[in-house]
């Protein structure tokens, strides 16, 4: 006979010698233990201290909008205001602004200070009627409002981080 069948002889009478020694209740847990009562935690570390153990917050986290009625649904859920920010990919101080001010910590911080829950950028092409409802010609323009709607300020052109900080407040 072949070495390979022989070999596959050996191993078929191995897995139903196997399956004759398990009991039928053993194939049916998964060959877990039944009597899980008797199961201990061997380490005292492996118990979490009371104060370790996180409550859930109040609120779930909002997913991040994508469209601007979402942005404002966002911002009513966070009871706070938004910062509507017009670009076009094909404007370069739009850009500038983006990479210089709204990702500088300090401008961060200064936006969570007024209230400012969320930096939503729009593109006049794409979304034409919002654009126009604030009266967007030209880019970048940037709105803060609440989630009624209502204009607190509204800036035009580049900003750096420091003029931006002060136009803030």
């Known amino acids: 006979m072949n070495k390979f069948i022989l070999a596959g ?4 009478f191995l897995v ?5 020694a398990l009991k039928k209740s053993d194939l049916l847990m998964g060959a877990m233990p039944q009597n899980l009562d008797n199961w201990t935690i061997t380490k ?4 979490p ?8 917050a109040d609120k779930p986290a909002l997913p991040l909008p994508t469209t601007y009625a979402e942005s404002l649904i966002y911002a009513k859920n966070k009871e706070k205001k938004l910062l509507l920010v017009f670009k076009t990919a ?24 007024q209230g400012i829950c969320l930096l939503y950028y729009l593109n006049p092409d794409i979304e034409p009627e919002v654009a126009k409802k604030y009266g967007v010609y030209s880019v970048p323009k940037y ?7 209502k204009i607190y300020k509204s800036g035009l052109g580049y900003l750096g981080p420091e003029e931006f900080k002060s136009w803030l407040k």
């Open 44 to 47: 005292k570390q492996d118990i």
């Open 90 to 113: 094909s404007c370069v101080p739009c850009a500038k602004m983006n990479n210089d001010t709204f990702k500088n910590k300090e401008v961060q911080s200064a936006l969570k200070e």
């Open 16 to 20: 139903i010698l196997g399956t004759f």
């Open 49 to 56: 201290k009371k104060e370790d153990v996180k409550k859930p």
């Open 9 to 12: 002889i050996f191993v078929l």
């Open 143 to 149: 709105i803060v409002i609440d989630a009624n709607e």
